[in-house]
């Protein structure tokens, strides 16, 4: 099957520093991706839709500012945690979208970033 | 994107059929069902999806209802490594790919 990678697997950071995470299809192209985030014996939770060449779409409740999403080409979207504090620290998700035809698509899943900020 | 409900637990034998219930009665005409599993760290992972019509691949089958309230997940031989949770997603094709994950089934295989 298609391989969506994501790097890092994991980073500790400063509070107040950046993060970015980066987010590929390794072997299609993806005009649309997602990142999700999960915390803790919890369910993923849908942050935005990266849509390539175009500003991404951010779920209710998710700061655009703090969570800088750019998708410049077709396999690959980032997602960049901006003055991140402790409450940040989390399991970040990306998924890239195969599409199967009559409105059906497969979504791939990077292995996940475990972002921790001390 | 229609809600749906899982059990939040399950227990399996090894090498029986696990048997996993999702409901969805709001689901819409042009939502697909589709099943993904998540096992502990990992990214999810695609099963099966299917519309209207019943549907197997080399992982499981897909039983889905008449009135399309409802579905069932089936491992036909589960083995201690599908241990994992297992969510079911209604998604339309207004929006693919774009899932919504409810709390879905941990699924416990047990030797």
């Known amino acids: 099957g298609a391989v969506v990678s994501q790097h890092p697997s994991w980073v500790i950071c400063k509070s107040g520093t950046s993060v970015k995470i980066e987010c590929r299809s390794l072997d299609f192209q993806a005009t649309t991706m997602f990142w999700y985030r999960q915390f803790p014996k919890q369910s993923l939770m849908l942050m935005a839709t990266s849509n390539e060449g175009s500003k991404a779409t951010y779920e209710q409740g998710v700061e655009k500012d703090k969570f800088l999403i750019n998708h410049a080409s077709l396999t690959l979207s980032t997602l960049t945690v901006t003055s991140a504090h402790p409450e940040d620290s989390s399991f970040y998700i990306c998924s890239a979208i195969f599409l199967l035809g009559q409105g059906a698509g497969e979504a791939f899943f990077g292995q996940g970033t475990r972002l921790t900020v001390v | ?111």
């Open chain 2, 1 to 111: 994107d229609a809600k749906t409900t899982q059990p939040p637990s399950m227990d399996c034998a090894e090498g029986r059929a696990a048997n996993l219930p999702c409901n969805h009665s709001t689901i819409s005409g042009n939502e697909y069902v589709y099943w993904y599993r998540q096992i502990h760290s990992q990214g999810p992972q695609y099963i099966i999806h299917g519309l209207k019509n019943n549907e197997t691949n080399e992982m499981a089958s897909l039983i889905i209802t008449e009135d399309r309230k409802s579905s069932t997940l089936i491992l036909p031989h589960a083995t201690l490594r599908d241990t994992a949770v297992y969510y079911c997603i209604a998604s339309g094709s207004s929006n693919t790919g774009k899932l919504i994950f409810g709390q879905g089934t941990t699924l416990q295989v047990k030797p």
